[in-house]
């Protein structure tokens, strides 16, 4: 069995950012719209009027106060409140690996090593802009990486999932190096306009490379890594190619991100609040001396209620980083980007936890330390 590292990390932020402001004016103008050319149908009581939205609303609910994205003129634009990103002809990067590769190159270059060292290719997101050819395969071939690639889809704990597959290729000797890219476009799901939900995502791509202890300069140590699934609904995306053999059912609104929020809340705080302990027990390790945690970075109250179950007390900032409220939900980056900004000030010896959960429900802790 090969010990295995995170040796680096690398990120990409799209250059356009959307204020709550921007977003509320862009959803209040279409409410207003559609309130007032469906006026007679809500008089009647056969359709329900839209109601307008404030920033105030959206950072209470959520603690974002802004999302970076891919595309912002057709987002803010109450005739078309969705990002415009259009096509690419097939010979050339698609825009998932576009984003993709720029992280990665940035943690390629923070690892100080060729590619040629790097075995293998994972692709870790919610969203895949197509089924097949694989991103992975796709960034692989544009980074000139020899070995293998595939995608996976655990959608917002894909990055914990990958590091944990990553980690399993090195132990049983598969590969010495595996990169491992988060691209996220979750602005291409999103419903704007649903006022619960349409200030939620925002876009970014991340990038882990884990590496053969053996080999390794420096890094972080993966102490143990464990990964949990339970089915729910509670947070869905149904679109996928079988829509295509239901087309009535296209413009369904399940076709994009959807949740029941509340209940996310109250079974998904308590299952991964339980299993950060437990992980941590069985590693030896005592979870209130953690000097940090990385979590998934989707509602600033469930990871300030995480924080306190898993500190016995309440977290202070720099324990429990939060990096939302400029970026958003980033789904399977989100952990990635608070680990990525916020672990140059740790000593030889020190300890953090990475952690996601999302859709599924799924979950995943990576207990790290400081080499």
């Not at 898993?310 to 939302?324: F, K, Q, S």
């Amino acid at each position: 069995m090969h010990q295995a590292v995170i040796a680096a990390t690398g990120l990409y932020t799209p250059r356009q950012s959307i204020s709550n402001a921007e977003l509320v004016e862009a959803f209040n103008a279409w409410v207003e719209r559609f309130n007032a050319e469906n006026a007679g149908a809500i008089a009647a009581g056969e359709m329900e009027a839209q109601t307008p939205s404030s920033a105030e609303f959206i950072e209470k609910a959520s603690g974002i106060k802004a999302r970076f994205v891919m595309n912002k003129s057709g987002i803010l634009d109450p005739a078309v409140m969705r990002p415009d990103i259009p096509e690419r002809p097939n010979d050339e990067v698609s825009i998932l690996a576009e984003i993709a590769i720029a992280a990665a190159r940035e943690a390629i270059e923070r690892w100080g090593k060729p590619v040629s060292e790097i075995g293998a290719v994972l692709c870790a997101a919610s969203n895949m802009q197509r089924a097949y050819p694989a991103m992975a395969i796709e960034v692989q071939q544009a980074l000139g990486i020899e070995g293998f690639a595939f995608d996976m889809n655990v959608a917002c704990s894909s990055a914990t999932f990958g590091i944990k597959t990553a980690a399993d290729f090195i132990a049983g000797g598969s590969t010495k190096a595996v990169l491992m890219v988060n691209p996220e476009i979750c602005s291409g799901h999103l419903n704007f306009k649903d006022r619960d939900s349409h200030f939620i995502f925002g876009d970014v791509a991340t990038a882990v490379i884990v590496e053969a202890a053996d080999q390794a300069k420096g890094g972080w140590d993966i102490l143990g890594t464990r990964l949990k699934t339970q089915f729910s609904n509670n947070i869905r995306n149904n679109f996928g190619f079988l829509n295509n053999a239901a087309p009535e059912g296209i413009g369904a609104r399940d076709k994009l991100f959807i949740q029941e929020g509340r209940k996310v809340f109250r079974e998904v705080v308590p299952m991964v609040s339980d299993m950060i302990v437990t992980h941590a027990a069985e590693l030896g390790i005592d979870p209130t001396g953690l000097k940090r945690l990385w979590l998934h970075q989707a509602n600033i109250n469930m990871n300030a209620m995480i924080g306190r179950r898993v500190l016995g007390r309440d977290p202070t900032p720099e324990e429990n980083v939060i990096i939302l409220d400029t970026y958003a939900n980033t789904s399977s980056a989100g952990s990635i980007i608070a680990f990525h900004r916020a672990s140059d000030d740790f000593a030889p010896g020190e300890t953090g936890l990475i952690c996601s959960f999302g859709a599924g429900y799924s979950a995943g802790t990576v207990f790290v330390r400081k080499r």
